[in-house]
């Protein structure tokens, strides 16, 4: 059975961080793309960062410069670290991982940006 678990969200203000993790277990993660998502209320879900099997790394604009992406194999652990967050950061985050027709997804972690 594959499960996607994320953890590391919470509350906190603008221009903090936070990091969050997914645990994956069930897959071999070395075969997998893995991304994160994030989806606002009232929003559509929306790519924030990718990396693929060999490292590659892609980020939405919005992110830039702020988010990056890694990932630990041997862990079977995908990472999301999130600097200078602002308000509009403010979603349900979600893990994601794709290999060919196959699309697995968390049950998501919640980020909030407040002062």
């Known amino acids: 059975q594959v499960q996607l678990v994320e953890s590391g969200g919470g509350l906190v203000q603008p221009g903090g961080s936070l990091r969050l993790s997914c645990a994956t277990s069930?897959?071999?993660?070395?075969?997998?793309?893995m991304g994160w998502y994030r989806q606002a209320p009232g929003k559509q879900r929306e790519l924030v960062a990718v990396i693929t099997n060999v490292g590659i790394t892609n980020y939405a604009d919005s992110v830039k410069g702020r988010f990056t992406i890694s990932r630990d194999n041997p862990k079977n652990t995908v990472y999301l670290q999130m600097n200078s967050l602002k308000p509009e950061d403010t979603a349900v985050y979600y893990c994601?991982?794709?290999?060919?027709?196959?699309?697995?997804w968390g049950q998501g972690t919640q980020v909030t940006v407040s002062s």
């Open positions: 069930g897959i071999i993660l070395d075969f997998y793309t």
């Open positions: 994601n991982a794709f290999r060919r027709v196959t699309n697995y």
